[in-house]
């Protein structure tokens, strides 16, 4: 009995010595990084995806069966409203000069100043986006000879819980995925009413007219979006990790007396992922203390080499970094 009893009077010792050990050997905190609160912009905005798109798109199409003579553009051309953009024959007048051809340039000539072509006619200014035959090619009433846009605009696909927000008039950040390192502004002109399931979220086109449409921009490209639903030129801003909310007041850490930190209490406003508005508690210059640590599950215990078995599974927790 009194060699078990010595036996575990060694083991408690031994166990003692390990966590004393353990804590003399613990690494200090961190010390926390110092930001001061300087006035700046700030935004809200609603981000979203969409694409390059027609205002209006019209296909033209021949009046008749025939064959194309003669294509007068290209695809980025612009073209005036009544504007001649191709030339074609009939399929009788096709006929009668390819038998006219056979008999030699004069009586070609004479047969295509008698039965005149027919031109295709563009129905709207705008600038042509698809050129869909050949000099040559035969045609029927179906087929499409250019597509052409009024103008192109930006459609955005806007999910169910922003739409709210987004107001017409509002402000708009454009850049296309082609081209990362451009942004263009624009402006909400339209709203659609109905609403669509994609992958059961409802998402609401939204349309923006950019201020100026600059030549790189191509139909059905694809662009990220930024509407602007608030900004402030000159707010007064301090790292978002640098703002703590506790029993749902919002604080952050300042330095103290005697090299203590202070929880100070702050009203804030605009919000990003980088930066928050200080409304109130804090004027241009404080200092705050910034401790990146977040909540992250605790190493489980390393075992004592005294201890018998050790440390279960279940007794590592998780703490919080303060």
């Not at 200014?125 to 103008?151: C, F, H, R, W």
Request: overall charge positive; charged content about 25%.
């Amino acid at each position: 009995m009194k060699k078990a009893s010595a036996v575990m009077a060694v083991l408690v010792a031994g166990a003692g010595v390990w966590a004393a050990c353990k804590k003399w050997t613990a690494k200090p905190p961190e010390p926390a990084q110092r930001a001061t609160a300087a006035p700046g912009p700030i935004e809200e905005t609603v981000e979203a995806t969409g694409s390059v798109l027609p205002y209006h798109r019209v296909e033209i199409k021949p009046m008749m069966s025939g064959r194309i003579e003669k294509l007068a553009l290209e695809e980025g051309d612009k073209v005036a409203q009544g504007q001649i953009i191709a030339w074609m024959s009939s399929t009788d007048r096709a006929a009668i000069l390819d038998g006219a051809r056979a008999h030699g340039p004069e009586m070609l000539k004479k047969w295509e100043d008698t039965y005149k072509a027919t031109p295709v006619i563009a129905p709207l200014p705008g600038v042509i986006i698809l050129k869909n035959v050949v000099e040559g090619q035969t045609v029927d009433a179906s087929v499409v000879i250019y597509a052409m846009s009024d103008e192109l605009i930006v459609v955005a696909q806007v999910d169910e819980s922003d739409v709210g927000k987004i107001r017409l008039g509002m402000p708009v950040r454009v850049v296309l995925d082609s081209y990362p390192d451009r942004v263009e502004n624009g402006k909400v002109f339209d709203i659609l009413n109905e609403g669509k399931n994609v992958s059961n979220v409802i998402q609401y086109s939204v349309k923006i007219r950019l201020d100026h449409v600059p030549g790189y921009y191509r139909s059905q490209m694809s662009a990220n979006i930024s509407f602007i639903v608030r900004r402030k030129d000159k707010a007064l801003l301090v790292p978002a990790a640098a703002v703590s909310e506790k029993d749902g007041v919002k604080r952050v850490l300042v330095p103290g007396p005697k090299n203590t930190e202070v929880w100070k209490t702050v009203k804030t406003g605009l919000e990003t992922d980088a930066s928050i508005e200080i409304v109130d508690g804090l004027s241009a210059g404080d200092v705050v203390l910034v401790r990146h640590a977040k909540y992250v599950p605790e190493k489980e215990p390393q075992a004592s080499p005294l201890s018998m078995g050790g440390f279960k599974k279940s007794d590592a927790g998780a703490r919080k970094a303060h």
